[in-house]
Structures are given as C-alpha cells and as structure tokens.
C-alpha cells in the first residue's frame, strides 16, 4: 500500500509527541524524591454534580464549561457560545465548604478559553496557642482562624484539523494554574503549575477518550511561616516540631478515560471508565506498586429528551476504592457509590448529587454530602 505524504507527517508528529512525553516520565521520576504525598488535594476533590453523581468519571465526557477543570481539551465542543457555572458543596458534615465558579466561552469555530475558581475553607478553628499563660488557663483568650486552599484555573483548548483520519476528532487543551493557600496568619504558600489534555471523539460522538495530565510540569508551592518567639515556645513545649519555610513539590497524575453513548429515540445511555495514575508512591488504591498508584471509577448516565431544550437525566457511579481497619481491626474493602440527578430546562441547567454512600453498601463509614450546581448557556448568536 502506497503512504501518502500526510500519513508520513502524521507518523513523524506522532514520534516526536511521543519523545516529548518519554522526557515528561524521565522528568517525573527524577523529582519524585522531592515530592509531598497528597499535595493540593483540594484540586482532586471534583466540581459539577453531574460529574460527583457519576464518581468523577468525566475525563472523556466533559464538554462543557465544567471541562475546564477536568479536560480542558473539552472545551471546543461547549454549546452556544458561552456558559457559566456555580457549585456549592459542604463535606464532613459541615465542617468544610467547597465553592467553585467557571466562565467559558468559544473564541473560534474550533477554540476555546476558560476560567475557573476553586475555594476549600474551613472556618472558625480554635486557636488556642494562649489559652494557658503563666501555668493558668483562661478560655477568654482562645481566638478563631480560618484554613483557606484557593486556585485560579485558565484554561485553553484548540481542535485540530486530522484530515487523514476523517472519522476522529482531536483537540488539545491546557491549563494554568496558580494557587493560594493560607492557615490563619500562621501560614499561607504561592504555588504555580499547568496541566496538559487531549481528546479524541468520533465523527459519530458514540465514543470518545481523553487523557489528562495534572501537574504536567509539577506544581510548586513556596509555604512561609509566621509563627511568633511566644508561638515557638509553645510549640516546643508541646513536642511539635517548628516548621521552616520550604517547597512543596506536586508531582504530575495522569488521568485517563473511555465514554461510550448509546441513544434510542429520546433515551441516552453514557457509561465511562477512568483511572487516575499517581506518581508519589504507594497510595490506599485498588492497584499500588512502590512507583505508582492506580485508582478506577466508573460512572453512567440515563438521559430522557423530553423535547430539544428539556432533558432530564439520572447518574450513579463508583469510586475510592479502599481498605479500612473496622472495628475488629480487620482489614475490609471499601467503595463510595454516588447518585445524582439533572435537569435541562431550555439554557438552564441545574443538577445534584449525594455522593459518599459507603453506609449504605455496607462498606465502611459514611458522611454523606449534599452537592448542587447550576449551569447557564449564553447564546450570543441568538440575542443578536
């Protein structure tokens, strides 16, 4: 068979990606050692009902506004122009508040740029470095603070033009980030890093994969400590280490996902796989080596069209698988099942989720947690 000069180009861009991505892996393990375990974890919680009600399978099914945080590559198939979304969720009964916020918006037929706006606080901590002075205690001298992890996500996806492989399409998509963290006025760190995606979707839009590289070029956190003479006294007191300025290193996490839709008159049906890969060492995950961590998750989604602009939608998934120590101090495996619904009604969208369900399948403890988000599209075409 006769290869064309565009597959040979096509051949020869595929090898350098891959080079590129071999220096990417030798770079990765080269920083390991430097690495914190479980930095910005507050970056891997998820945003979306619809995506928390499906346990976080959404790295090959987002394509709209909420891609900006899970694959920006998704981002150049988001509807009418522009979308806006808002999400509130509270976690541990309560205790701790999760706020995101996205604008995303079309600057061509085949590209896109995004915004989003992460907050994970937890307010009213007792700081209680005062309640005992001169061996007496006094509780009128126990103040508050607040543990605030904030980022800012920019994001940009493009969509190439593949003609050799006419049935595919393919988009790439990155991601800034910078983020601030802070606890009370004892400490806070300035960090910055980006993220790199690619999906692939047929002409058909029955299947599609993404894959997505979190903290491509690891993100670095400078933290700073303000701990006063009296503070450090204490702390010493107390056998607590007193902590020193340092560098807190994230190491890159390679997420990956397969989705599959089905459709029948007014019915939809999406199912998706994902595997989130850490680089840090072993973690509590269903596959775990020494170099690396594998955790699976699997969500679905039935979606019924009552008319073009009207949809309702039910979604369930599977995540976090785990082993605890149970009361009898056996090791047993544990699952978080997650439900969820969604409406469409014309523009607006809004969605919920109960995620964390363990109690009920009987696997391990449970906090339930009540999440709600809302998404408006913007037809900017249409007012005009």
Request: proline share 2%; net charge positive; with cysteine.
């Amino acid at each position: 068979m006769k290869i064309t000069k565009e597959c040979r180009n096509l051949t020869l861009s595929m090898k350098k990606q891959l080079f590129l991505v071999s220096c990417l892996m030798c770079a990765i393990i080269g920083s390991a050692q430097n690495a914190t375990k479980y930095s910005n974890e507050f970056l891997q919680i998820g945003v979306g009902a619809r995506s928390l009600g499906m346990g976080g399978a959404m790295i090959a099914s987002a394509t709209d506004v909420y891609a900006g945080y899970w694959n920006p590559a998704g981002l150049t198939k988001i509807d009418k122009n522009s979308q806006v979304a808002l999400m509130h969720a509270s976690y541990f009964a309560g205790i701790a508040n999760y706020d995101y916020g996205a604008y995303a918006t079309k600057t061509g037929a085949k590209s896109a740029i995004g915004i989003s706006m992460v907050r994970f606080g937890v307010d009213g901590i007792a700081n209680t470095f005062d309640l005992i002075r001169n061996g007496e205690i006094d509780y009128t001298r126990v103040t508050s603070f607040n543990t605030t992890d904030f980022a800012a996500i920019v994001s940009y996806a493009q969509e190439l033009d593949v003609k050799e492989m006419r049935n595919l399409d393919f988009s790439w998509g990155t991601n800034m980030k910078i983020v601030h963290r802070k606890v009370g006025p004892f400490a806070n760190a300035w960090g910055f890093g980006f993220d790199a995606s690619m999906r692939i979707e047929n002409s058909k839009k029955d299947w599609a994969i993404g894959i997505v590289v979190r903290d491509a070029t690891s993100t670095f956190n400078s933290w700073r400590y303000n701990f006063t003479d009296a503070q450090k006294d204490v702390l010493a007191a107390t056998q607590n280490a007193i902590p020193k300025n340092t560098l807190e290193i994230t190491l890159p996490r390679i997420m990956g996902g397969f989705a599959k839709t089905w459709t029948s008159n007014s019915w939809t049906f999406l199912t998706e796989l994902d595997a989130n890969i850490t680089l840090d060492g072993k973690r509590n995950t269903l596959i775990k080596t020494n170099l690396l961590s594998i955790d699976p998750y699997a969500g679905g989604e039935i979606g019924y069209h009552i008319s073009d602009d009207n949809k309702v939608f039910f979604r369930t998934g599977v995540n976090n698988y785990q082993k605890y120590t149970n009361k009898n101090g056996k090791k047993v495996p544990s699952v978080m099942p997650n439900v969820g619904v969604g409406i469409t009604l014309g523009k607006f969208t809004i969605d919920y989720a109960l995620t964390n369900l363990s109690a009920l399948a009987g696997s391990g403890p449970s906090l339930y947690s009540n999440v709600f988000s809302l998404k408006l599209v913007i037809d900017k075409e249409g007012r005009k």
